[in-house]
């Protein structure tokens, strides 16, 4: 046969044992040949004790006639719930046991049509995260203990695969795809998965297995000996960094202390109905840690961080609810600097040699800009379901593009910066909301935020300079405002400049009245409301971290 009539066939075999072992289509796990249970399971997942042995040799050459069976199956086909749940434990068993190696052991390209197979079953994925049998597989009863889900999750995270987990990644995607579905039963499904998720990968046992897995990664001039596992499996990560984007408001609106100020430990159950979970800031530092361990997702983070930030600004500008949107925008930012610092020292630790993170990513940051239109829906939705904004809120004209932001490398430096980053955010909304009421501002400041490059103002859209604008110019429709959010990139950016900058900000601020939730304030007033807050829940975080941080070394 060639090499296009093996795979033919192949195809046809494996659909056909994928159809023979789903009850959906009249079939079940029973019905497949005896030989094709026993290569699903390995010798892995045996707990009665009482089955002859599965010599490992025998169990290498058996999966790899079925992935061989499997690898050419239709993509729009799965398995049964009890096959698929299988095959995804035994090659993450032997993945965690064995690994990659030489002499008859089976390779990652091997290995990967079983991973894939197995996992395009939700309800399996479902099982192997949380424990709990789905509703649809209620007849069906894996009595697997918590040990063989844990060495599963470990091994397909920690294999170093020859396409950087892209195929393992099916395991996790699901859990943001299926969050805001209009399936109710999905999107609880994708909710109570990311919560099993996060019980196994901040378990402090697996956490530890996850940042230093042995695996050598050369990047740059740096040559690791115990890489993260997000270091070499950039698929992986990636889909990490899409349940952050889609459960983003959980991890900045989880509490740092409970009741009695004791520190919020552990992962607690999804609320369905808010879209939020209560996760400890420890475990949210060390989930956003496996992100920022690879560069192309650590970009993705902390533009996403900055996404994040910028609508939180606004939503507060529209419902006049500071403490709820500075406090978690504050939070996040906290627990971004963590989990940067968190990563720094892993490195530090696998190469001897100071390593600062936040310096590697910046180009990253930079590169992820142009997919900013992707997250956004994203992250807008959690935070118009975590703040109940309606769908006529600026939240939403944000999510259709009506209403723009623009990427920044989101960094916290000191109150003042803070001030300033959030009077950017106000003038920048009373511009697009209603740019007429500049005409009360004092042009002596537009006219030093114009000189300064902070501001590029046209008449129908010719240029007008800094002189142009004296006391008897009128902002009306016809002229056009363009605010740069960037202080890097004023002309007037340090020193003495940049306070004048700074007081031009706040004098235009103290003229603009904003109308939020039937409260008026200046500009100014609800812009230090916000800082007020932000800082406050990012000092609260800091201090939380250094405290346990002190707790350790002592």
Do not use: C
Not at 26 to 52: C, I, K, N, Q, W
Not at 269 to 297: C, K
Not at 469 to 478: A, L, Q, R, V
């Amino acid at each position: 046969m060639s090499d296009e009539e093996r795979e033919s066939a192949l195809g046809v075999l494996g659909d056909g044992l994928l159809a023979l072992s789903d009850p959906e289509l009249g079939g079940g796990y029973d019905r497949l040949p005896e030989s094709v249970r026993r290569a699903a399971e390995g010798p892995f997942l045996e707990t009665s004790g009482d089955a002859p042995i599965y010599h490992m040799s025998t169990y290498q050459e058996d999966a790899r006639a079925l992935s061989a069976l499997l690898g050419h199956t239709a993509d729009e086909l799965q398995g049964g719930y009890t096959l698929s749940t299988n095959l995804t434990m035994s090659a993450g068993s032997y993945n965690y046991f064995w690994g990659e190696g030489e002499n008859g052991w089976l390779t990652s390209e091997e290995l990967a049509p079983l991973v894939d197979v197995g996992t395009r079953n939700e309800d399996a994925n479902y099982f192997i995260l949380t424990g709990e049998q789905p509703e649809t597989a209620a007849d069906v009863d894996l009595d697997y203990p918590d040990s063989f889900r844990e060495q599963t999750v470990q091994g397909l995270l920690t294999y170093e695969w020859h396409d950087q987990g892209e195929t393992a990644r099916q395991f996790t995607d699901w859990l943001a795809e299926d969050l805001h579905s209009g399936d109710r039963e999905e999107a609880i499904r994708a909710g109570d998965g990311f919560a099993g998720l996060m019980e196994l990968v901040t378990d402090p046992d697996m956490y530890e297995s996850l940042t230093n897995t042995g695996v050598d990664v050369t990047e740059g001039d740096n040559d690791y000996s115990d890489a993260s596992f997000t270091q070499f499996n950039g698929g992986i990560a990636d889909s990490l960094a899409d349940i952050f984007d889609a459960h983003i408001y959980s991890f900045a609106n989880g509490d740092v202390y409970g009741a009695g100020d004791e520190p919020v430990e552990g992962i607690g159950s999804y609320d369905h109905d808010t879209g939020r979970i209560q996760m400890g800031p420890q475990e949210r530092a060390m989930y956003m840690q496996y992100i920022l361990g690879n560069d192309e997702s650590a970009g993705r983070v902390v533009n996403s961080v900055d996404i994040y930030q910028q609508i939180e600004s606004v939503a507060y500008l529209e419902s006049g609810d500071a403490a709820s949107s500075a406090r978690g925008a504050g939070q996040l930012q906290a627990l971004l600097e963590e989990g940067l610092r968190m990563e720094s020292q892993d490195r530090t630790d696998d190469l001897g040699d100071q390593v600062e993170r936040e310096t590697q990513i910046a180009e990253f940051v930079v590169g992820e800009a142009g997919g900013l239109a992707e997250k956004i829906p994203v992250i807008g939705a959690a935070v118009s379901k975590g703040m109940e904004l309606g769908q006529d809120s600026i939240v939403q004209a944000i999510v259709d593009g009506d209403y723009e932001i623009t990427p920044r490398f989101p960094t916290y430096t000191s109150d003042e910066h803070m001030e300033r980053t959030f009077n950017l955010e106000v003038l920048d909304f009373v511009n697009l909301s209603d740019p007429g009421a500049l005409n009360v501002t004092d042009h002596d400041d537009i006219q030093t935020l114009v000189e300064g490059g902070a501001l590029t103002i046209e008449r129908d859209g010719v240029p007008v300079s800094s002189d142009d604008i004296d006391d008897d110019f009128f902002f009306d429709d016809s002229v056009t405002v363009n605010l740069n959010k960037n202080p890097e990139e004023w002309s007037s950016n340090a020193m003495s400049d940049l306070d004048n900058m700074d007081g031009a900000l706040r004098g235009v601020l103290k003229n603009v009245e904003i109308t939020a939730d039937d409260e008026t304030a200046s500009g100014f007033d609800y812009s230090g409301q916000f800082v007020e807050d932000y800082t406050s829940a990012y000092d609260t975080t800091r201090d939380f971290f250094g405290n346990q941080s002190a707790e350790e070394d002592e």
